[in-house]
């Protein structure tokens, strides 16, 4: 049993609020943008644009399992992105705290 039981959004939290998770979190706000800029300019040409793809790809593999057609395929994308930056965020919690267990124990890596 867990000694610090957390709630999910503590949870939640804990693994997105560090440098690694919140640059893949800007990473993807900023290819969702472009998509959007590309999505609006290329409306009003009349050509076609596979910009769209970016998002999808930028939040893979978790965005792949809402591949559906239309306006509730997009679901996946933020959600992918949010699972994306948890796995993220709980794998720089795993080296930063392992890192600093090393240190307090002496143990050195030279």
């Given at each position: 049993?867990?000694?610090?039981?957390?709630?999910?959004?503590?949870?939640?939290?804990?693994?997105?609020?560090?440098?690694?998770?919140?640059?893949?979190?800007?990473?993807?706000?900023a290819?969702?943008?472009?998509?959007?800029?590309?999505?609006?300019?290329?409306?009003?040409?009349?050509?076609?644009?596979?910009?769209?793809?970016w998002?999808?790809?930028?939040?893979?593999?978790?965005?792949?399992?809402?591949?559906?057609?239309?306006?509730?395929?997009?679901?996946?994308?933020?959600?992918?992105?949010?699972?994306?930056?948890?796995?993220?965020?709980?794998?720089?919690?795993?080296?930063?705290?392992?890192?600093?267990?090393?240190?307090?124990s002496?143990v050195?890596?030279?």
């Open positions: 049993m867990d000694k610090n039981p957390r709630s999910l959004p503590q949870n939640l939290r804990h693994y997105l609020v560090n440098p690694l998770a919140l640059g893949y979190l800007g990473v993807v706000l290819v969702c943008l472009w998509v959007t800029v590309d999505t609006v300019s290329a409306s009003s040409s009349g050509d076609a644009s596979f910009a769209g793809v998002a999808i790809l930028a939040t893979a593999p978790t965005s792949m399992l809402f591949l559906v057609a239309g306006p509730v395929g997009l679901i996946g994308i933020p959600i992918g992105a949010i699972v994306q930056a948890a796995a993220l965020g709980a794998l720089y919690r795993y080296l930063t705290e392992r890192r600093a267990h090393a240190v307090e002496g050195s890596n030279a």
